[in-house]
C-alpha cells in the first residue's frame, strides 16, 4: 500500500539528518568467487564447487573473453602479427 501523497511530499521536504532508512541485512550474500548464495551464518566455511566456480568466472570475463577474438584478429592483421605468423608458420615447417 503506498502512502498519501502528501506524506510522502511531506518527508521529502525534511532535511536530510532527520530522515533515517535502515535496511535488515540479508540472511544469505553472493559468494564473490563462486557467485552461490551463502548463509551470513556459514561466512567463512564456505567452499565453491570448483565447476561453479569455474563457471562464474567465465561469466565474470565474458565481456573479455568476447573482446578477445577481435584483438586477436586486429593483431594478426597488424605488421609485428603478420610477421609473428609467418615465423611461426616457418619454425613449424622447418625440419628437425
Ligand atoms: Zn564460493
Redesign the pocket.
Known sequence: MRPPATLLRRVCALPFQYVSVSFPEPAYMP??????S?ARVEDGV????HE??LS?QVFQLGEEILRFDAQLAAYFDSLGGRFDVWYAERERNRPA
Request: proline share 0%; hydrophobic share 30%; aromatic share 14%.
Open positions: 559468494c564473490s568467487a563462486c557467485g552461490a551463502v564456505h567452499e565453491c564447487e561453479r566456480w562464474y
